[in-house]
Structures are given as C-alpha cells and as structure tokens.
C-alpha cells in the first residue's frame, strides 16, 4: 500500500512540479541561510544590521519599481503564446524593463533625498550603503524579477529561482569570504556593492534563459506596445506585491527606526531561519499562479478548488515538518549567526506557529490575485499593510522585537483568513486544508 501511495504521488503532475520547485527552493533555502550567516559572521550584528535594514528599503522601492510588471507578465503571458501575439511579448519585455529602471532611478533619488533631508540617523550614519543600494543594487534587482515572472509565466517555474535564490547567493558568499581575506573585514557599505555584483550577473543569466525558452525569433520580432493596458492591469499587481512586501517587512523597517541597528540584525536572523516554514508557501505559489490562471480563463471553478486543496496539504504537510525541527532545534540554529543571536529564539517561535497557522489557508490569496478579484486582493493587502504598521507601532516601543514578532505574524493570519473568507463569498469553494470533501478525494485517490 506503501509503495501504491508513492507511485501515485510521483506521478502526479503537481507533486513533480511540486518537488521540482521545492528542491529549488531547498538548495537556494540553505544557501540563502549561509550567505546570511556568513553576512552575520563577517559583519558583526551591528554592521549586518545595517545591511539588512539598507538591502530592506532597497527592495520595497524593487517592489514599487517593477510597479506589477512581474505578476502581469506572469498573469499575460500564457495568452500571448496561445494567441500568437509574439510583438506583444516582446513589447512588454523591452517596455516593463526600461519603464521599471527608469522608476527605480526616480524612486532612488526622491527616497535618499527625503530621507536624508529628515536626518534620520540610521540612513546618514550609512549613507553609502543606502547609495550604492538605491542607485546599483535596485536596478538590476528589478530586472532580476521580472526576468523571473517572464520564467514563471513561461511555466519554467523549476528554474525559474535558481539565479536569484541560488547564483545570487553563491556568488554573495564567494565575494563576502574573497573580501575579508584580502582586506581583513568587511563593511555594510562593502557587502552591499558585493551584493550588487551579484545581481548584475543573475541579471544577464536570466535574461538569457528567457530568450532560450521563447519557441520565436525573439530578435527579428518588431515590438508592439499597450502601454495604456499594461500600465492600468500592472497597478493592481503593484498594490497587491507592494502591501504584501510591506505586512512582510513593515517589523524591520520601523524596528530599525525605532530601535538599533543590532537589535534589527537579530531579528532578522530569526526571521531567516522561519523560512524553512515559508519556503513551502513560495513553493506553492510560484507552481500555482500559472495554473490557477489558466483554470479561471477556462471557467473551470471547481478545477480551482480541487487543484488549490492538494496545493494547500502539501504547503501544510511541509510546515508541520520544518515547524516541529524548529520547536526541537530552534535555539541551536541561532547559534550558527553567533553566540549573541541566540537572544532571537523567542523571535523565532512566534513566527513559527504563526506561519504553521497561515500555511493552511494562505492560498486563498492567491487565488484572488490570478483572477479577475486582484482588485479586491489589493485591497486586502493595503487594509491588512495599514493595520500592520499601526501595530508595529504600538507594539515595537514597548516589547521591541517580540513586539514586531507578534504583530507581523498575527497580521499574516488575519490577511489569510480574510482572503479566504472573500474567495469563499465570490466562488463558494474551500480552497483549504479544511475542504473535508476534497480532501477525503485527495485521501482516496492516494489509496
């Protein structure tokens, strides 16, 4: 019966894509981690607090940089290749990156600008690190993404991570090591241009698969452009990643305005770790957004449902795994950043249950956002980001990091649910664990 189960898990088109992606993500989950211990090592906390609270600030304005193009392309670009409509896809190509660079140009000089004008100590004691953030980093981290959404949307949703979670890190910790041998130490200021360079190289190793995967002559093709459309469909997108970014990073940014440098540096070590949990999530969504999209431009609702209830066991089926060595292991962990990042274990375990808590039901979301309620999961999000930040607020001056904790877990259990209960209203499907019938489906079809 053992060996039937396996048999048929294997050779469920979502279980490979699954574990496709999910291996991906394992290799780039454990590089990432060593990159940042390494960070964390060769910085010190106080220095790779500053990093970290920089490279933040640096991918919220990526965030409002790629203004949705990524999501959109992810969103358009099954039609364009069933159409034919190839001008179309190049159009957008050459279009999303010039007008993202452009943006992300403006944002950088109009941020540093205001920011250093309010002389808020964190960001002028740093300066060149914020410089060389805002006007090397950004770019080409912008380009990254929307390389990556025209990967996904192309449906190489295998590889479509490895140059940002995997090269990218490699790279870090192979410019990272090379630096402090040379010279000795490493700075904030250093690590980021460091952390540049890599992304310069990801950025041009993505672009080149993306070219290989097009099955058209992607040069002879004259480009054709719906700036009007794009932009207009791009900015739900925009709304929808940007407030998810913020509910995700909103701790660390008030955290390192509000408190030290150190402190954001042990946070953020915790916070690394509990993405064993959330890597299941960024499985799940990478592999679903393609076919979720699909399934709703064929009208095929119950389709929706049945594939999101298996996408939701196996997100919740992984969490539970990585949440049970994070209870047992946790505290050891921590100690791989340093002996003074051990202060984070509490950190650690309120992000953990929260994320155990999210991963039965966080599909929901996505759901909205892949069909034609983005709207509404805009709306949630800017809801949901506006409650976050107040309670960051209220609670980071008086608890500090277990205040940031508590506050961004509880808001990521509250969007969840109130996705669910929208994706409930508009399509009266369960598309969660709690789906008893698709579930015993599921149990069935396994036996």
Not at 90 to 96: E, H, N, Q, T
Not at 97 to 118: Q, W
Not at 124 to 145: A, E, H, K
Request: net charge positive; glycine share 8%; with cysteine.
């Amino acid at each position: 019966m053992v060996k039937s189960i396996i048999k048929k898990l294997t050779s469920s088109e979502i279980i490979k894509k699954l574990s496709g992606t999910a291996g991906v993500n394992f290799v780039g989950l454990f590089v990432g981690f060593i990159s940042q211990t390494v960070l964390a090592r060769y910085l010190g906390t106080h220095e790779y607090g500053i990093f970290v609270y920089a490279f933040s600030w640096v991918m919220l304005l990526s965030i409002l940089g790629r203004f949705g193009f990524d999501n959109l392309i992810i969103n358009r670009l099954p039609s364009y290749l069933k159409k034919k409509k190839y001008s179309e896809i190049k159009g957008l190509s050459y279009f999303s990156k010039l007008f993202s660079y452009l943006l992300s140009v403006v944002l950088g000089v109009l941020f540093f600008g205001t920011m250093y004008m309010l002389d808020l100590s964190n960001i002028v004691q740093s300066s060149y690190t914020f410089l060389i953030g805002f006007f090397f980093v950004l770019p080409l981290l912008i380009i990254s993404y929307i390389n990556q959404g025209f990967l996904v949307g192309l449906k190489q949703v295998v590889v479509a991570n490895i140059p940002i979670m995997i090269i990218r890190h490699v790279l870090l910790i192979a410019f990272i090591i090379l630096c402090y041998y040379v010279f000795g130490s490493v700075t904030s200021l250093e690590a980021m241009l460091l952390n540049g360079l890599a992304f310069l190289v990801v950025a041009e190793i993505s672009f080149r698969w993306v070219k290989d995967n097009f099955q058209f002559p992607f040069k002879t093709i004259k480009n054709e452009f719906r700036i009007k459309n794009w932009l207009v469909n791009s900015f739900p997108f925009l709304l929808y990643s940007g407030a998810s970014f913020i509910n995700r990073k909103v701790d660390i940014l008030i955290l390192g305005g509000l408190v030290s440098a150190t402190n954001v540096g042990i946070y953020n070590a915790a916070a690394k770790l509990v993405m064993i949990i959330s890597v299941g999530s960024n499985i799940t969504s990478l592999v679903s957004k393609p076919h979720i999209s699909d399934f709703f431009a064929e009208g095929k609702i119950s389709k929706i449902e049945s594939y999101s209830c298996k996408v939701a066991w196996a997100n919740f089926s992984y969490s539970l795994a990585a949440f049970s060595c994070i209870v047992l292991f946790g505290e050891y962990f921590l100690l791989i950043f340093g002996n003074e990042f051990k202060r984070g274990y509490d950190v650690l375990m309120i992000f953990a249950i929260g994320y155990l808590i999210v991963s039965t039901i966080s599909i929901s979301g996505l759901i909205l956002i892949m069909t034609k309620y983005e709207k509404i999961g805009s709306n949630i999000e800017l809801g949901i980001t506006v409650f976050n930040i107040l309670l960051n607020i209220v609670l980071i001056p008086k608890y500090g990091a277990i205040g940031a904790a508590f506050a961004t877990s509880f808001t990521l259990i509250l969007r969840s649910f109130v996705a669910f209960l929208f994706v409930r209203s508009k399509f009266d499907i369960n598309p969660t664990v709690f789906n008893t019938q698709e579930t015993r489906k599921l149990i069935k079809s396994l036996g």
